[in-house]
């Protein structure tokens, strides 16, 4: 096997800005610049095509027009970035796929189901000594590895972001012990069997991934993600611009970025938005898009609350002004996702020095962190009135909120 010549598998990477797609990015590039023969495959931007043309040319995506093949004019007229190119020294191959709305579940199915069947001739056409890595989006991607493995004697690793089938039956997606539910664990299970070796985000995760296949205890690493210290960090508030576009510089910032999707809890944020809404000088962000978007402005507007603010995605040139916004920061999981994700948006929160609470169960994996850190508050996932107590803390408490909020460094070894 050449180990010096490693092959990516993941739906997401540059120039999408997912979390996903940034780690992902972040990884192989660091690799390269090792001295690694770093290649990637993946799919067409899927959030950058979700973005529209204005947010586009407003993104902060660099390089587009000096370094690609395509200039932005053709890109934005396509739809398309180009199938093939070199960046920061990986090389880049996009397979087609379909690019439909992802918070639709019919959408986000033909989307990895595409990408999928187009990713399987790739494994066929490198060569055999090639390491081949599998990330998690797709849900089913690594059963290519497993295909590769058993035809073709080839090496993979197997690096879990989300686990299934357990993540889809949480939310409704599909029923729990059905046909579907059983096919798409035996094919996760297989895959994690033939790996060389499994990649997950936290121990929680490791003991899901164990409970799957426990004959794999030596070969499953506990890597957790990071953020780039070069990006994002703390901008003071008189230097935040973002602070001023928006109108938010006379405000005390409760602020929730990312994914606004169906496996985070925000309902019971705007539960203590409500229970504030009475307090002029506190406002609540959501900063990002996703599957309850909707759903959450229309509460906000049900309940006439004019404390919430929705704003997009910001690009990554902008991220470290974006979570800087934040006087507190709010994360979130439900205690039935406890080892099938982990808010990898934690990290970045963390970098930018500010207190954060987490809304999830006492015993989380990210309460631990934040305690280790002394960097957040917990706060229970059904109760807003507590949540609205502990925002209330930090905002009026000055120095409760400055030493839940002087993060320097955690190291966090491989478990």
């Not at 399987?120 to 059963?143: E, G, Q, Y």
């Not at 002004?321 to 934040?326: G, I």
């Not at 406890?338 to 020095?353: D, T």
């Amino acid at each position: 096997m050449n180990n010096n010549h490693i092959v990516f598998f993941t739906q997401l990477y540059y120039p999408d800005m997912t979390t996903t797609a940034i780690i992902m990015t972040d990884l192989v590039e660091d690799l390269a610049a090792y001295g690694m023969n770093a290649e990637v495959v993946c799919a067409q931007p899927t959030y950058i095509k979700n973005l529209g043309i204005w947010e586009f040319r407003n993104s902060g995506i660099e390089g587009f027009r000096d370094k690609n093949k395509l200039g932005n004019s053709e890109i934005e007229r396509s739809g398309k970035f180009p199938k093939s190119e070199c960046h920061n020294g990986v090389s880049i191959r996009r397979v087609w796929s379909f690019l439909f709305d992802k918070n639709k579940n019919i959408g986000r199915i033909l989307n990895s189901a595409s990408c999928f069947l187009s990713m399987l001739p790739t494994v066929f056409s490198t060569s055999k000594n090639n390491l081949l890595v599998f990330n998690t989006n797709p849900a089913l991607l690594p059963l290519l590895g497993f295909i590769g493995a058993k035809l073709r004697g080839q090496k993979y690793v197997i690096i879990v972001h989300d686990l299934w089938p357990e993540l889809p039956a949480h939310i409704g997606m599909i029923k729990k012990d059905g046909l579907l539910y059983r096919a798409i664990d035996f094919v996760t299970k297989l895959s994690f069997k033939y790996a060389s070796a499994t990649v997950v985000l936290s121990g929680a995760m490791k003991k899901r991934v164990l409970d799957k296949a426990p004959e794999m205890d030596s070969s499953v690493h506990v890597i957790h993600n990071w953020v780039d210290a070069d990006r994002v960090y703390p901008v003071a508030r008189e230097n935040n611009r973002l602070l001023k576009e928006f109108g938010l510089q006379d405000k005390k910032v409760v602020m929730y970025s990312g994914n606004l999707g169906r496996y985070q809890p925000l309902e019971v944020m705007m539960g203590a938005a409500n229970e504030l809404r009475n307090r002029k000088d506190i406002v609540f962000v959501f900063a990002g898009d996703g599957g309850k978007r909707k759903k959450i402005q229309e509460t906000a507007v049900s309940l006439n609350l004019d404390n919430v603010v929705f704003i997009p995605f910001q690009p990554l040139d902008r991220l470290a002004e974006s979570l800087s916004m934040a006087d507190v920061s709010l994360i979130g999981i439900y205690l039935e996702n406890e080892g099938v994700i982990m808010p990898s948006k934690l990290y970045g929160l963390l970098a930018v020095k500010k207190p954060i609470i987490c809304v999830s169960d006492p015993k989380s994996e990210v309460v631990e962190i934040l305690n280790q850190a002394k960097a957040g508050l917990h706060s229970s996932i059904d109760d807003p009135k507590e949540l609205a107590q502990k925002i209330v803390l930090l905002l009026d408490d000055r120095g409760k909120a400055q030493e839940r909020g002087k993060w320097e460094a955690v190291f966090f070894g491989a478990v």
